[in-house]
């Protein structure tokens, strides 16, 4: 999870709680966020549907935030997450749970956890889920205890033949993992457990750390999942990253298909991904290498940074990611949190902030160097209405409207057929940062090739719209590519965040193509370059592009024509979500 501050939670409040999930109420989960008491347990009895999403995870109302232990057992998927059931800001954090049979339609559920016990009578916050030999699920938490310390604890089902597991149970030998001043951790700064992996006789699970501003993994193992004892090195650590929230660690195959594996498994043609999310920047980062299993350390590859510069999931708004393998369907599935953007009081106002992302299936590219990711295939069950452009000339300076759908709630994909590199702008050496290259040139500016791509909830008079686009340099005779995401026009209100994001897609362009799909969920804009290379969420707040107001452009702003060679566009059926 996020940087969480603690918000005591008196029985009696704990067991209103209870009482009022059963009668019905929404549920939620918590966040890593500012503490505002007086707004903590303000019921709202007008939700505004302004910004409400129609196929993207969300409950009814409320605070949400991190994802939790997502499993597949017995014929259903299940996703805990933070929830505030009071209120639209963080605090009163409890595991809401809901299942779905296809990921796309959800069912909510009660709390599977709140606070109850000793060891987590101040909070329950993230953590994973491991299945047991005799497919057994079981819960790793982060619970805030009475003195406040951050404690990792275990919950198991109460009923296994039970397939929405809506009962789970805390035992008595709870916590399992204490700091103390014999094993020099911040009881402040330990948490967010891994799913465990069983590797030599053992368990291992990793905890997030930091000392000073060293950010580490925490090594912890067991012979039994009861008793636990902590490596004397951690994992993995890198200087100067600030604590690590939320840590993930797992394999991927080399052979550049797109199955996953078990968290278990290593050897031959496996590498390993860790990531973390930083509590200092509010962003994720990981790299890929190798786990050493005789001496329980992690080396990264070094291809790409081991600190805030490098690789992440997603340049925009996505953090405190949870992945897990789907042995159902043999893939590797990411979900991310994607919080607001726009005031605590709009906040308030509206009656909930933050949703989950689409869920993704991750992979290890072929180089070998970095992930790619794509939305589920299971959300093209919701497209209805679609249209097609093929071999359609963009000159410089012109927008194409695409007509025949909803463009507040559409999935669009699109190939670019480009202009030789020739005629590239040179790449400058000094422009390493691609979210400020993406700011300073912005969308209206002009290169050789480029700014050229969508222009989604856009208003028709182009008064607001949120870009989403590539410009294409050269660097002596290699391709230099940097998407963008640009909400400075995204609304013309004033008082929201409007930060442009962008990363750089390692892409060749041997075949002078470069795709984009883009997922608009009327407040909601996931993009995925080059195949899933790079990925760009934002949350946008039109005022005039809203539901049928809203467009789809395709633009070409540089001053080489660029080609549609193909794009498809679909509108999206609302799902059914909790």
């Known amino acids: 999870m996020a940087a969480k501050k603690v918000f005591p939670s008196p029985v009696w409040i704990v067991f209103l709680f209870y009482f009022l999930f059963i009668l019905g109420l929404d549920t939620c989960v918590e966040a890593s966020h500012l503490h505002y008491v007086h707004l903590q347990s303000s019921e709202q009895s007008i939700v505004s549907p302004l910004y409400r999403t129609a196929y993207h995870f969300q409950p009814p109302k409320n605070w949400i935030n991190d994802p939790n ?16 059931p009071h209120g639209a800001v963080w605090g009163n954090i409890v595991w809401a749970h809901s299942v779905s049979k296809d990921l796309v339609n959800w069912k909510p559920l009660k709390p599977a956890i709140f606070p109850s016990k000793p060891f987590d009578i101040n909070g329950c916050w993230s953590g994973s889920t491991t299945i047991l030999p005799g497919n057994k699920p079981v819960i790793l938490y982060t619970g805030i205890d009475t003195q406040n310390r951050q404690v990792q604890n275990i919950a198991v089902p109460k009923n296994l033949s039970d397939p929405y597991l809506v009962e789970w149970e805390k035992p008595d030998h709870n916590p399992l993992m204490v700091p103390n001043q014999e094993n020099g951790i911040n009881a402040s700064s330990f948490r967010d457990p891994t799913t465990a992996w069983y590797a030599d006789g053992h368990w291992k699970v990793l905890v997030g750390n930091k000392r000073g501003k060293t950010g580490m993994a925490l090594l912890y193992r067991s012979k039994d999942f009861k008793h636990w004892v ?58 890929v290498g190798r786990y050493i299993r005789e001496f329980d350390r992690y080396l990264p590859d070094n291809t790409s940074a081991d600190d805030a510069t490098g690789l992440r999931y997603d340049y925009g708004k996505f953090y405190a990611s949870k992945t897990f393998f789907d042995h159902s369907k043999n893939r590797r599935l990411l979900w991310g949190w994607m919080n607001e953007s726009d005031s605590v009081n709009d906040d308030v106002s509206k009656g909930w902030a933050g949703l989950q992302a689409i869920p993704r ?76 290259l993406c700011s300073q040139n912005g969308s209206r500016g002009s290169s050789s090739i480029g700014p050229f791509g969508l222009l989604v909830l856009a208003s028709d008079n182009l008064e607001e719209y949120t870009a989403v686009y590539f410009h294409v340099f050269k660097n002596g005779n290699k391709p230099v590519v940097v998407m963008c995401s640009d909400q400075s026009r995204s609304t013309l209100r004033s008082e929201v965040d ?73 509108s999206m059926a609302r799902a059914t979500i909790n």
Not at 255 to 280: E, P
Not at 405 to 410: F, L, M
Not at 541 to 561: C, H, I, R, S, V
């Open 230 to 287: 902590k490596t004397k090195h951690p994992l993995h650590s890198s200087k100067d990253t600030g604590m690590w929230e939320c840590p993930d660690f797992y394999p991927v195959s080399e052979d550049g298909k797109r199955h996953g594996l078990d968290t278990s498994i290593n050897g031959k043609g496996v590498k390993h991904v860790l990531k973390v999310s930083l509590d200092d920047t509010k962003f994720e980062y990981y790299t």
């Open 69 to 84: 232990g997502p499993l597949y057992y017995n014929g259903f998927y299940h996703l805990f997450y933070q929830y505030n």
């Open 361 to 436: 299936t991750v992979w290890l590219d072929t180089s070998g160097k970095q992930l790619l990711q794509w939305p589920i295939e299971e959300i093209e069950s919701l497209r209805r209405k679609g249209v097609q452009v093929h071999n359609t000339r963009l000159s410089p300076g012109q927008h194409v409207k695409v007509e025949g759908i909803t463009a507040a709630q559409a999935d669009v994909e699109v190939t670019f057929d480009l202009p030789i590199l020739d005629n590239a702008e040179a790449f400058n050496s000094q422009w390493t940062n691609p979210q400020h």
């Open 498 to 570: 409007k930060t442009t994001y962008g990363g750089f897609v390692d892409v060749n362009l041997k075949d002078g193509k470069l795709s984009l799909r883009s997922l608009i969920d009327h407040s909601i804009i996931e993009s995925f370059g080059a195949g899933g290379k790079t990925c760009l969420t934002a949350r946008v707040y039109p005022t005039k592009a809203l539901g049928g107001k809203g467009n789809l452009f395709a633009f070409n702003n540089g001053t080489q024509p660029v080609t549609i060679s193909k794009l498809e566009a679909w």
